[in-house]
Nanobody
Framework: QVQLVESGGGLVQAGGSLRLSCAAS????????MGWYRQTPGSQRELVAA????????YYADSVKGRFTVSRDDAKNTLYLQMNSLKPEDTAVYYC??????????????WGQGTQVTVSS
């Protein structure tokens, strides 16, 4: 009922930038919290950044503070992650996550399929 599609990943040199996007679609009435997670092989998925509805409150993991910026466009049901000053340790698969109220009047937590970000040294 809710589909999340990430885009914008790729290969970049250390110090470079990437912008990830996550487009939400489906039977959506509204979206509450949206967030970006990342995962490397053999590790647990970790929360990188999250943003509340209306974009007035954001959370960042200590490892990305000052380098990453999360934002959202509610008119487009789209989440963004601007990643600057990338480091090799930022290499991971990045996943979008969202809490959406659907037309069944139930809240649904959904994940995207992930997009690979690789930072070379």
């Amino acid at each position: 009922q809710v589909q999340l599609v990430e885009s914008g990943g790729g290969l970049v040199q250390a110090g470079g930038s990437l912008r990830l996007s996550c487009a939400a679609s489906g039977s959506i009435i509204s979206i509450k919290r949206m967030g970006w997670y990342r995962q490397t092989p053999g590790s647990q998925r970790e929360l990188v950044a999250a943003i509340a509805s209306e974009g007035n409150t954001a959370y960042y993991a200590d490892s990305v503070k000052g380098r990453f910026t999360v934002s959202r466009d509610d008119a487009k049901n789209t989440l963004y992650l601007q990643m600057n000053s990338l480091k090799p340790e930022d290499t991971a698969v990045y996943y979008c996550n969202a809490d959406a109220l659907t037309t069944t009047w139930l809240w649904r937590n959904s994940w995207g399929q992930g997009t690979q970000v690789t930072v070379s040294s």
